[in-house]
Structures are given as structure tokens and as C-alpha cells.
């Protein structure tokens, strides 16, 4: 990012020369750019995909993924999933200031360097020198330097299956937050577009008493859409039959996220609706 008449944008060139500066003479690096840089405001599942096929072309010992800071966490959990079982590091970073303005875009891209060199299998994030899994990242703090934290998990270890790259097709998929008053002719609306939802619900897994809009999750369901309940609270997840409030929900047939943050969810499903 460099200043622009509108505030902070791409700049190519930046990247390469960073990666003069630090990078230890003994590591060997490759340096692919896209052209045009992307904002991470603009990443999608195409360039998810082209990041895949990117990582199983080129030999390497790790790889380093420079990345704007509003969507790390979808790319995080996209290529956590997609490339479930690689035995190399592939490590995300970015900053939230700019190369050459403080330390902090130096220090993560050193640090990234580092774990792509020695850390370990997985998708990761190396950031604010801390080393996170790429699948279960929060961006809790819109401007603060440390912006990212892991949400409670379980179970995230890194499987030992053998490498087998997925790619994400083409499909209508969203993420839908509840909220009190929803209109629920526009969540019908939405969802007879789609192919797929992830429904941020309440606490551990309630929400509204509201016959209209279990009937508009139920309608979709039965119309083939794929609807996925995660909790609106960042830590906890679900739990099915902790309240009198979230019993309809579950009898309608939606499906139980657990405790998948929105971003995972929403890369999860994304997966396996391409089969």
C-alpha cells in the first residue's frame, strides 16, 4: 500500500523491494506478483483458486502469501481447507500500516520469512509476532497493529492425509446475520437467490420467536439451499437444546456450525457445495 489521492492503495514494486531489504542471503526466494495488484477488499474464490494452483506449481520449502488485512481471515480458512494435508508451511501476512511507515510491516514480513522457513506444516498467519491458524482468525480491531487473534477452536490440528488441492466453482453463497426486527421477506428473498447460507444466530444458538421466518429457512432447505448456523458471539459456538429459544431452529433442519467462525463456515460449505 502507498498513499493515493484517495487514501492507501496498491502500489506494485513495494513487495519486491521489501523482500531485498530483509530476506536472509541464504534463503533462495521466488517472488510472484499479481499484475494488477489486488486490495483484499476485491479477493474472492477466484483468486483463492489461482493462489492453490500458484503453491502445487512451484517447488518450494514454504511459502509466503502477502495479503491486506480485511479478508485474511476468509483466505486463511479457504486455503486451510483447500490444501488440508500439505506438508510445507504456507504462511499469510500483512500489516496494518504500509511498508516504510513504522516498524510493523517490516517486522511481520521478516517474521513471516522465518516460519515459511522453519515453522510448521499447515496454513498459518505469522503476524505482530505471533504464529495463528490460518483457519480459525478473527480480525477483532479495525486499526490496532495487533488486529488478529485465533477464535476457540477445537480439534484444528493439521490432518496428516495425504495432499489433494480443492478448488472452489462458481456458486451463490452468503453470510446472513440475524438481528431483531429482521425483515424476513428480505431474508426470502436472499435466500431463494442462493445456493448456500451461513446464518450468524444468537448466543449459543437461539433466536427470535418468529413462525414466518423458520418457515423461510425451512422452504429453502427443502428447496436444495444449504443453511449452516454459527453464533454471532466471537467464542462458545453452538449448543443445540441449551435453550427453549434455539429449539425451533434446529427442527427446521438447518445445520449445526459448531464452533466455526463465519469465514470458515462460509469456505466450508463453499467446498463442498463444489463437490
Not at 487473534?149 to 488441492?165: F, I, N
Amino acid at each position: 500500500m502507498s498513499d493515493g489521492p484517495n487514501g492507501l492503495g496498491t502500489m506494485a514494486g513495494l513487495i519486491e523491494a521489501a523482500f531485498d531489504r530483509i530476506s536472509p542471503a541464504a534463503v533462495r526466494l521466488n517472488v510472484i506478483s499479481f499484475d494488477p495488484l489486488v486490495d483484499s477488499a476485491d479477493i474472492g474464490p477466484d483468486h483463492w483458486n489461482r493462489l492453490i494452483d500458484l503453491i502445487g506449481s512451484q517447488p518450494n520449502d514454504g511459502v509466503v502469501i502477502t495479503h491486506g488485512t480485511d479478508t485474511m481471515p476468509f483466505t486463511g480458512a479457504a486455503l486451510s481447507f483447500a490444501l488440508e494435508g500439505i506438508k510445507t508451511p504456507v504462511i499469510l501476512t500483512g500489516s496494518m500500516q504500509p511498508l516504510g511507515v513504522g516498524p510493523h510491516a517490516e517486522e511481520n514480513l521478516r517474521f513471516a520469512l522465518q516460519m515459511a522457513e522453519q515453522g510448521p506444516p499447515g496454513v498459518w498467519l505469522a503476524f505482530d509476532g505471533k504464529l495463528m491458524c490460518a483457519r480459525s482468525l478473527v480480525k477483532y480491531h479495525s486499526i490496532g497493529p495487533s488486529s488478529f487473534r485465533e477464535s476457540e477452536v477445537e480439534g484444528w490440528a493439521q490432518r496428516a492425509a495425504r495432499l489433494s488441492p480443492r478448488h472452489f466453482l462458481p456458486r451463490r453463497l452468503a453470510i446472513l446475520t440475524l438481528s431483531p426486527g429482521i425483515c424476513v421477506s428480505a431474508v426470502d428473498s436472499a435466500l431463494r437467490e442462493l445456493d448456500g447460507a451461513v446464518v450468524r444466530v444468537f448466543g449459543a444458538g437461539t433466536l427470535m420467536h418468529d413462525p414466518e421466518l423458520l418457515r423461510t429457512f425451512s422452504a429453502a432447505i427443502s428447496r436444495g439451499c444449504r443453511l449452516v448456523a454459527v453464533s454471532s458471539c466471537e467464542a462458545g459456538g453452538l449448543l443445540p437444546g441449551a435453550y427453549a429459544a434455539g429449539a425451533a431452529l434446529w427442527e427446521s433442519g438447518i445445520e449445526n456450525g459448531g464452533k466455526l467462525t463465519p469465514e470458515a463456515a462460509l469456505v466450508r460449505l463453499w467446498l463442498e457445495l463444489s463437490g
